[in-house]
């Protein structure tokens, strides 16, 4: 393992050679790169040996925690066996079928078929392509604009990077195309004061109504979806607002649009239950996984297909017409087995069920610990997920100058302390969303070692 001096000379040949996503060439050439070596549980370490407690799992995906042999020999098996094949013209593997069997009896009721692909990007492109051809299909070539939420994050690649909300996406990117529209993010801490909104119902009932208002804008003939994260991630950790899904499922149903929950960062029990679909009741007609499918071990997206949609492709393939969408990896054999093992760990260390009964103490830990600083706004959940807000004024909420990049330095300061959390784009809003191996006492210093982060900056 490098170490030491080999560890410098990684920074600078990274420096060299490498052009890293979402980061700003000023800082690498600055700072230079933070080279990871090796992880184990909840923690990893890099190449200088420091070791940090993981508090984002990656980016919200190594669920399972770091260094599951299972995963490791079920692909080193699955290499040797068959490394790779495609799934075109009606070719398959073992892998993806038995995946494929596995998901669709977790997953909420409705779901008849999988495609897969290799990141939750890819996944909200097959999902956008999957309504424009199920309209197209039904006679409807004008039904194709999405509705998306401001602030959402679906992804980069042009399709869902036009759906994303986040501006830094947009920007020097000529984005969004022109299918793709925006209505307000659910934040009922921010925005719902200034909608004279009181209760989370109203709230919801306000949102619903300004998505009707714009499907009717757009005349609902020309509007094809609306896609919503269950609980907004990059955005801010946003869960619903109470009554949110339910409000927008009868503007959708009788619009005739159709639902897609991108389930990137929910799916596989992040929110404490298989789908976050589930647990608060949303029937989506696709619902878009990837992270925590194979807990990052390798890169695997799935796109779950529903009834409404599935009968209309399986009436139209009847005229011998293919899905002519799909990719070279798609039904991967070898990223399958990485998922069909994650999948083994979840079940059988109830690690779904771990999530759910520790997601109230994850939440205290974090509202007694940083509620009570002058400059912590909000502390919200769902499950382990978790955005903590900082404002510069707690009675105003009014926002920091963003030229102070205060959850930047807050997350800067933690990561000196041991400690990764991310801080988001756009907001100064800390995100946590802990491997779901995580202990207690991991937990209570992640919450403490933030705390003293914030002290430090504010
Ligand atoms: N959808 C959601 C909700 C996400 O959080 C992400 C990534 O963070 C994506 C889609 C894009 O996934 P990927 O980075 O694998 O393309």
Redesign the pocket.
Known sequence: MVAGADGQALVALDRETQFHPFTAIADQQGNGALVMARASGSSITDVSGKTYLDGAAG??CVNVGYGRAEISDAIHRQSLELPYFHSFNTVANEPSIRLSERLLKLAPDGMRRVFYGQ??????DTAVKMLWSYNMLRGKPEKRKIISRSYA?????AA?GSLSGIPMVHQNFGLPLDFARHVSRPDFYRDAPARDCATEESYSAFLAQELEETILTEEADTVAGFIA?PVM??GGVLPPPAGYFEAIAKVLDKHDVRLVA?E??TGFGRVGAWFASELYGIEPDLI?T??GLTSGYL?L?AVLVGERIWSVFEEASRDGRPFAHGFTYSGHPTCAAAALANLDILEREKLVERVAAMAPSFRSYFAETLLNLRLVGDVRSAGFMMGVELVADRATKAAFPASLKVAGRVALSARRRGVLVRALPNSDVIALSPPFVVTEAELSRLAETLRDAIDEVT
């Open positions: 980016l919200w990141s939750g990007s890819d996944a909200n994050y679906h992804g980069v690649t869902a994260e991630g990059t991108d990137v960062i878009v990837a992270k890169p997206s």
